[in-house]
Nanobody, 124 residues
Framework: QLQASGGGLLQAGGSLRLSCAAS????????VGWFRQAPGKEREFVAA????????YYADSVKGRFTISRDNAKNTVYLHMNSLQPEDTAVYYC???????????????????WGQGTQVTVSS
């Protein structure tokens, strides 16, 4: 089970840290991704991290502003979001995929487990 948290309402230029906590699994065996879905839009990839945390990948729209990291001892993956803009407003979802490879995955179809989402709203 994945639990996403940390969303909120803030003004443009602000920062948030989202958390994705896993229970009941050996989290270090899972690659994790963050996705988001804005109203009326399709779900889109945001960032991904390999199971060790050694490899990460970002969507162009968030590169340089967002950082994905993980603490496997705490079974938690984080998404640090800086310089937030109104276009970042969305429900953010974390997803996990069990894998034997230390790699990341960019497509939602690769992920087996999904959290419930946390709302991020950025006002101008």
């Amino acid at each position: 089970q994945l639990q996403a948290s940390g969303g909120g309402l803030l003004q443009a230029g602000g920062s948030l840290r989202l958390s994705c906590a896993a229970s009941g699994r050996i989290f270090s065996a899972y690659a994790v991704g963050w996705f988001r879905q804005a109203p009326g839009k399709e779900r889109e990839f945001v960032a991904a991290i390999s199971r060790s945390g050694g490899s990460t990948y970002y969507a162009d729209s968030v590169k340089g502003r967002f950082t994905i990291s993980r603490d496997n001892a705490k079974n938690t993956v984080y998404l640090h979001m800086n310089s937030l803009q109104p276009e970042d407003t969305a429900v953010y979802y974390c997803a996990a995929k069990g894998t034997g490879s230390d790699t990341y995955y960019l497509s939602a179809v690769n992920y087996n487990y999904w959290g419930q989402g946390t709302q991020v709203t950025v006002s101008s």
